[in-house]
């Protein structure tokens, strides 16, 4: 399924259904929930976890996070992610609010979505009000984000899926919202951290055990953003949940034989 037209040298982004879970193989289940797992029996607090993303970036163990295409493409043509998680991690602890209450209805979700980007970019960000497109490569091509048109119902679908988050798929969920939302790519500025806040926030993350997964994004961008890429153009999922669940075994201190492979 293509979920894009081509206009030019513009890739033009268009609606995209949500995965069901059994859209997925077997593999990709049991990896869901071995990861989830993890996450439930393991306890370790935000300074822990980024001491160990730091060390695996230290000890170049990012090869799990690689794309198969990763070692052909040139890292300027993908945005820079922010390459800390500090100031995430500050909010998350300071504002950890209930889900229930952010999704209630379409005005809080918004109000909490702009009050992400405000806070952790210092500088008003609210909901956008028109087209956004990515920065242009080299030859002038760039991504062009779900119409202005689409925003409002997509966010209200986006906030209609977080409500129906459950603790038997949480992982899966978390994952998926995460993703429509970078896709739906609501704010002018911010949208990767925001994703990552509500990511931690879909997985009940307590406040002092926030996933620093920004570092690991930051230098496995190429693997980040050309996963999410499958997911937005072409509806192929296996990727990105593998780098998602790959980086929370790295954050817990899996051995890099222990992940699962996106080549």
């Known amino acids: 399924m293509e979920n894009y037209v081509i206009q030019g040298k513009v890739i033009k982004l268009l609606r995209m259904d949500y995965p069901k879970v059994n859209h997925f193989h077997t593999d990709i289940r049991l ?23 730091n060390q695996v970036i230290e ?10 295409l990763s070692a052909y493409v040139d890292l300027d043509i993908f945005p820079s992610e922010n390459s800390t998680s500090q100031n995430e991690a500050i909010f998350y602890h300071q504002f950890y609010p209930t889900l229930s ?19 952790i970019t210092r ?3 609210p909901v956008r009000k028109a087209n956004i497109r990515t920065v242009p490569d080299k ?5 062009e984000f779900i119409d202005i048109s689409l925003l409002s119902e997509s966010l209200s679908n986006l906030r209609e899926y977080a409500k129906g988050n459950s603790d038997e798929n949480k992982l899966l969920h978390a994952i998926i919202f995460a993703v429509m939302f970078m896709h739906i790519h609501p704010l002018q500025d911010g949208n990767g951290r925001a994703a990552r806040i509500l990511f931690n926030l879909m997985l009940q993350i307590k406040p002092l055990s926030y996933l620093p997964l920004t570092e690991l994004c930051h230098f496995a961008r190429s693997g980040y953003v050309l996963s999410l890429r499958e997911a937005f153009l072409f509806s192929e999922w296996d990727n990105i949940i593998k780098f998602y669940c790959n980086c929370i075994h790295l ?13």
Do not use: C, W
């Open 101 to 119: 209450d952010i999704v209630n209805n379409n005005l809080s979700f918004i109000q909490f979505i702009e009050k992400i980007g405000s806070e």
């Open 123 to 125: 500088r008003s960000i």
């Open 139 to 143: 030859d002038g091509s760039y991504t």
């Open 31 to 53: 990896l869901l929930d071995r990861t989830q797992i993890l996450i439930q029996n393991t306890s370790f607090e935000y300074r822990q976890l980024l001491e160990n993303a």
């Open 59 to 68: 000890d170049k163990r990012i090869q799990p996070l690689q794309h198969r």
């Open 251 to 263: 954050l817990y201190g899996s051995a890099t034989s222990e992940l699962t492979s996106m080549q």
